[in-house]
């Protein structure tokens, strides 16, 4: 064997086993530090990275109970990590509440924007970021090989993974009624303590408003000043069916006053009633699931501006609206994106341990016969909620919650900042129920934005000088804000353009690897191969646009007859690339002088196995890549182990076989 063949066998093996330790290495985690006491927090030296690059920061871990309520608890490690002011003498720290439910509470790349005057702090929340992590892969997997997540049998799934999930986190030792707001607020507490700050000032968005909201109840001393960006108010986790249909009747007010959607449409409102009521079967050969489409509808009405693209207000009622016009290009466009995007949106023990605290609102809603007939049908709150029977029964409520269900009475000076077309948190719940429960409380309404993506990225000047000035002396300053104009205009990227797109990639990616695959086999079938340096080259370029091509051809035959199966599941993905990249493979080693039979069944076997390791080996659609990398690896591996010496006897028969069928 040359040095050639020694090298390639060498690089080989060597891929095949990192693909191998990364299938078995364990999942980077927090400890807690051996003999450390609850409180307990180490700090070092770290970098940050921020919209304005990386800064210098301190990370460290804090150790807390898991359940305060219980004396023999076990402990848990939570991330703390501390972006230094840059003045010399810093006012109060800034605190962070992240939204969610369910989501880290650790990123938070417009830091830079707070840092003049103050520290700011991030917590890690329990059952997110430390130690112990209550994902539900059962939740995940039922809602991805969903035939519609907002159907029937699709709810019943969700909750009995949810309560497999809540057995299974119970079995290991987790008590998962530990994981409540008020635990989370008395980790922040602790946090507070251990970095020595009298006071803090808090910053909070959407769920994470009411981790302040009951901060504020619990601890109202350690609190100097709290800013809420599309404030929740106790109950709100459920969707209110009625405010939503009067949400839409304001987008239907702007949209009369815009001449291109007014041109579209003489009601937009009624438009979206219709069409979400009628939701066409299929575009083409393409199904569309009506359920999908509805929970993308709700989803995508939260933002109102190009911050939030292209899940925004603007190309949502473009779908809609080309839906009227006769094309269902969008809507199964936002079919295939809420498939894409919600079953892994969550940490979905956190999140159903989180909306515990609203479980009582979500049984009064189903309790007075769900949904009345809305635009949507409320299919969101359907989703997040399993429906009358949903998780709300099926997952441990925490005795921390029952006094934390309704609004209190807060002395603390909060700024509450609404967006007056929010469809998830309406500027109006703040008004009517939040704000007389504040008693130095202020409201500021930012028209025509959404939820808090459209705060953060629009008009970041005004956005900096209401908040630092809020924070260093409790002014509110609204001076720099303009009206947000909602732009239904929405330009290039809409939904009908990238289900063509979308589909175009699909049917081009496939088509190419067919293709592909037909020349190589022509070209063996007569000339009887490639020469040894092009075939080298074929089974090093190839199997890329192979392994992608195939597995676009079968995500188009799923999408088409099978829309049950999640186009990254393993089921899917190793088959399909596999078969695609142990074909190319094998074609561009075949040779007249060569085992043919043996070698096709080699380097399948090869990239099937080698395909099953990679697909393993990362997540999401990383994992693609690796799956195709394993393929290929694994596939010529076994092709090496056919030359000689290792397969000169197997050869040697092969060819003698061949040729007594040839003379016969």
């Known amino acids: 064997m040359t040095t050639a063949k020694f090298a390639a066998l060498g690089i080989t093996g060597a891929l095949v086993l990192a693909l191998g330790y990364l299938n078995v290495r364990s999942e980077q985690t927090l400890a807690v530090p051996a003999g450390a006491r609850p409180g307990a927090l180490s700090m070092s030296s770290c970098t940050y990275d921020t919209e304005a690059g990386s800064v210098a920061a301190d990370c460290g871990t804090l150790v807390v109970p898991e359940n305060r309520r219980d004396s023999g608890s076990d402990l848990i490690a939570l991330p703390v990590v501390r972006i230094r002011a840059t003045s010399e003498r810093p006012a109060e720290p800034i605190f962070r509440l992240n939204g969610g439910p369910g989501a880290t509470n650790?990123?938070?790349?417009?830091?830079?924007?707070?840092?003049?005057?103050?520290?700011?702090?991030?917590?890690g929340y329990r059952g997110v970021d430390g130690s112990r992590k209550l994902d539900c892969p059962e939740v995940t997997s039922a809602l991805r090989r969903s035939a519609d997540l907002a159907g029937e049998a699709s709810l019943r799934g969700a909750t009995e993974a949810f309560s497999g999930c809540a057995q299974r986190l119970t079995g290991d030792g987790i008590d998962l009624t530990g994981y409540s707001i008020a635990q989370r607020v008395d980790d922040l507490e602790a946090a507070r303590t251990a970095l020595g700050y009298q006071r803090v000032n808090l910053i909070s968005s959407s769920a994470g408003t009411r981790t302040a909201m009951v901060y504020s109840w619990r601890y109202p001393a350690s609190l100097h000043r709290s800013v809420m960006i599309a404030a929740n108010p106790p109950g709100h986790f459920v969707w209110d069916p009625r405010i939503t249909d009067s949400q839409f009747a304001q987008y239907t007010q702007l949209c009369a006053q815009d001449g291109t959607c007014a041109g579209r449409t003489d009601d937009l409102a009624a438009t979206v009633r219709a069409e979400a009521g009628d939701v066409?079967?299929?575009?083409?050969?393409?199904?569309?699931?009506?359920?999908?489409?509805?929970?993308?509808?709700?989803?995508g009405m939260f933002h109102s501006t190009k911050a939030a693209a292209p899940l925004n207000a603007p190309t949502i009622v473009d779908a809609w609206l080309a839906a009227k016009e006769g094309d269902a290009a969008g809507m199964w466009a936002m079919s295939v994106l809420a498939d894409l995007t919600i079953p892994s949106s969550f940490v979905w023990g956190e999140f159903a341990s989180f909306g515990m605290i609203d479980a009582p609102a979500a049984e009064r809603y189903y309790a007075a016969g769900g949904d009345p007939g809305s635009t949507l049908g409320n299919a969101a709150t359907d989703l997040l909620w399993g429906g009358p029977d949903g998780f709300h029964r099926a997952w441990p409520d925490s005795p921390d919650n029952a006094e934390y269900r309704t609004l209190r009475r807060s002395d603390v000076e909060t700024l509450v900042i609404n967006g007056t077309v929010d469809f998830t948190t309406p500027a109006e719940l703040s008004t009517g129920e939040l704000m007389p429960s504040l008693t130095r409380g202020r409201q500021v309404k930012l028209t025509g934005m959404g939820h808090s993506a459209d705060f953060w990225g629009n008009q970041r000047d005004a956005g900096a000088r209401l908040l630092t000035g809020f924070f260093d002396s409790g002014e509110v300053d609204e001076s720099g804000y303009r009206a947000q104009t909602v732009d239904f205009e929405v330009g290039f990227a809409t939904m009908s353009r990238m289900a063509r797109i979308l589909a175009g990639v699909a049917v081009g990616g496939a088509l190419l690897a067919v293709l592909l695959l037909g020349w190589m086999a022509l070209r063996v079938r007569r000339r009887g191969g490639f020469g040894p340096r092009a075939g080298v080259w074929l089974r090093f370029l190839t199997p890329l646009p192979l392994g992608i091509g195939g597995w676009l051809l079968a995500a188009l035959l799923v999408w088409t007859v099978w829309p049950r199966l999640f186009i990254g599941d393993a089921m899917l993905a190793v088959p399909s690339v596999a078969l695609a990249v142990g074909l190319g493979t094998w074609l561009a080693w075949a040779r007249r002088d060569r085992p043919r039979r043996l070698g096709l069944a080699a380097a399948l076997a090869g990239a099937f196995l080698g395909g099953a390791l990679g697909f393993g080996a990362a997540a999401g659609l990383v994992s693609l890549l690796t799956t195709i990398a394993g393929a290929a690896t694994t596939a010529n591996l076994a092709l090496l182990a056919l030359d000689r010496p290792w397969g000169g006897a197997v050869w040697t028969a092969e060819r003698a076989r061949a040729s007594a069928v040839s003379a016969g």
């Open 106 to 123: 650790l990123e938070f790349p417009q830091v830079s924007r707070l840092t003049d005057k103050h520290d700011v702090v991030l917590v």
């Open 280 to 299: 066409p079967a299929r575009w083409g050969l393409l199904p569309i699931k009506e359920g999908n489409v509805r929970v993308a509808g709700m989803y």
